[in-house]
């Protein structure tokens, strides 16, 4: 840590792990729902457990990118953030227009659209805060000494996420422009500008992980964030294969989504190519395994799991199955849950001042939540593809169907607790480094020279 | 070698090639497709009024319609087909949770116009060409 104001990244991350521990609440919650015990229906029926869950997936993950946006700007412009002061507001506004809107989730105020359910008056809210985050990062830069790729590339992710967000409010009567739109945000995110902000914060890990010349990571930063616009846009078409437009679809999204993982893969080659590269290693052991993880993780969920079921000649059997949720799940976590875990362990001891670096609950916490996370899929993958070949190719009627499977979610939840103690051993090592630190300016630098 | 600067041509131009073709084909299927294939002439106010209680409610939380939704509950794209008017009726009027197989849909309770106006909703979601979706399962003996 350079600049006193990094440290609010801090209280953005504790944020962010709160909320993903009440996310696997709901997560049990569906599993339990799927194997049979639905006794809290009344309670939390599966739609409010679901858009809870999700939401507050979405949510943690982008008050982690902000919090690691808050410590990347600093450090890469050479300036303080413009007002420390906004950005404590920013994140207590955002934190208390997503717990409002997940409270209203249990009492049947939303907005049913997945992923989207905040409910249109929040929408607005979300706007102003995100334009405030958005206002500290760019004047904060715009004042910067340097203005880096690595910077340049994570706001434009931002920047980008923040418009796209758009299209998800207007309302149509026609329920194919509903989704025709739904996906201008729900794909575009995932498979396009969050992208940019991933590729943002791993070439700045990689910098100073690996200490491999700026230039070179940043050359390759293009190439990903290049290969991801080229195959991603187009590539939304896979959602367009059957809602109600066109069979140029098939053609565009089944060619351009077959070349999204080329992205995913070109990112795990840079991580690991960089990592061998490099000769001076930091001594932040588990930031290395979680940024080398996420790398690879992503590849997995996201690119192998994803192209499994994206052209249109597969995608007409698993469509809206469980084989969805198994992607979904891989592919989020390696990508997005596991870039925002890797900035966290690695900035952690740099605001704290403390040097876990190498702890044996730091390692359990890895491979737990990733042992787990892979059962949990494998869990996801094989109850999908029993359900599409029991009710999409033999007709079997769908509730005889998911009773045939309830199996597999007993092995799910099992996993699930796996996943869970692992997240739970990491929020531990979180709170064993203690609060952020002045006296931690300066000492990462001092360090690496020693 | 590649250097940095082609690196960020080659960013920059496919983002913004590929950007305007998506456009262009988003327009395309504004203008030539949806109206036809979403049968657009009826989409009446019932069917209108039929789709906000679907959002109101968040029905896609269990189910999927088009395949977007939940995985909990079944497939509604053609239920119009498969159940029919009143057994749809049932479901959304009762009281008390419907649970064909024990697994509990929540017991809206709503009032006969109401559930007309999903009846509509449904029917012309029942309409829309998907094409192919959903697959026909192979009938096997
Ligand atoms: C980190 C990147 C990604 C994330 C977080 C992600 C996540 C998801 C999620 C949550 C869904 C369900 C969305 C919904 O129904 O509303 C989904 C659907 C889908 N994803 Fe991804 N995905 C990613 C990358 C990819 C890639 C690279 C591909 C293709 C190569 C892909 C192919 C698909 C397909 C075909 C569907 C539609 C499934 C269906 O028809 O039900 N995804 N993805
Ligand atoms: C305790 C651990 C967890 C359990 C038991 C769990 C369980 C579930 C279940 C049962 C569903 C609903 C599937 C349906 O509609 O029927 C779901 C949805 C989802 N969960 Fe989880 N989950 C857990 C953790 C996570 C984590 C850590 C992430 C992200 C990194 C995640 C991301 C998602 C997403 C994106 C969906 C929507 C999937 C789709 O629509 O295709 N979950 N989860
Ligand atoms: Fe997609």
Known sequence: MKYKSQKVAYWFFAAALLLLFIQLFYGFIMGF???????????????????????????????????????????????????????????????????????????????????????????WLVVVNVLT????????????????????????????????????????????????????????????????????????????????????????????????????????????????????????????????????????????????????????????????????????????????HTLPQTNLYTHGTLVTAMHGHLAFWGAYAMIVFSFITFALPNITGRKLYDTVNGQLAFWLSNIGMVGMTMAFGVAGVAQVYLERILGLEFGAVQKEIEIHFFVLVLLATMFSVGIIMFIIEFLKYGKPNDEAIGMEEIQLKA | MLSKSQARTFFLGGTFITFAIFLGLTWNSLVNEVPEQTNVHNLTEAVVRGKTLWEENNCMGCHTIFGEGAYYAPELTKVYERRGEAYIKATLMTDIPWAPRGRKMVAYGFSEDKANDLVEFFKWVNEVDLIGFPPKPKKVQ
């Open chain 1, 133 to 308: 985050f958005l206002g500290i990062i760019l004047t904060t830069l715009y004042k910067g000494k340097k203005r880096t790729t690595t910077s340049l590339v994570l706001v434009m992710g931002l920047v980008f996420a923040a418009l796209l967000y758009l299209p998800g409010m207007i309302w149509f009567d026609n329920q194919t422009l509903d989704s025709f739109f739904r996906w201008w945000v729900v794909h575009l995110w995932v498979e396009g500008v969050w992208e940019l902000i991933m590729g943002g914060i791993l070439a700045f890990l990689l910098i100073k992980l690996t200490g491999v010349d700026r230039e070179v990571i940043e050359k390759w930063l293009y190439v990903i964030v290049g290969l991801t616009f080229l195959s991603g846009i187009l590539g939304t078409g896979h959602h367009y294969y059957y809602i109600g437009v066109g069979k140029i679809w098939h053609i565009v999204g089944g060619i351009f989504s077959m070349l999204e993982p080329l992205a995913f893969l070109a990112m795990a080659l840079f991580a690991v190519g960089m990592y061998r590269k490099g000769e001076k290693k930091h001594p932040n052991k588990m930031a290395l395994y979680w940024t080398l993880g996420t790398a690879i993780m992503s590849f997995i969920g996201a690119g192998l799991l994803g192209m499994a």
């Open chain 1, 33 to 123: 729902a799927h194997m049979g015990y639905d006794g809290w229906h009344n309670v939390f029926p599966f739609n409010t457990a679901r858009a809870v869950h999700t939401n507050l997936l979405v949510m943690w993950l982008l008050i982690g990118f902000m919090g690691a946006a808050y410590y990347i700007i600093p450090e890469e412009s050479q300036q303080e953030l413009v007002s420390v002061k906004l950005a404590y507001i920013q994140l207590i506004t955002f934190l208390a227009v997503g717990v409002a809107a997940v409270i209203g989730y249990h009492f049947n105020y939303w907005e049913g659209r997945k992923f989207l359910e905040i409910p249109r008056p929040l929408d």
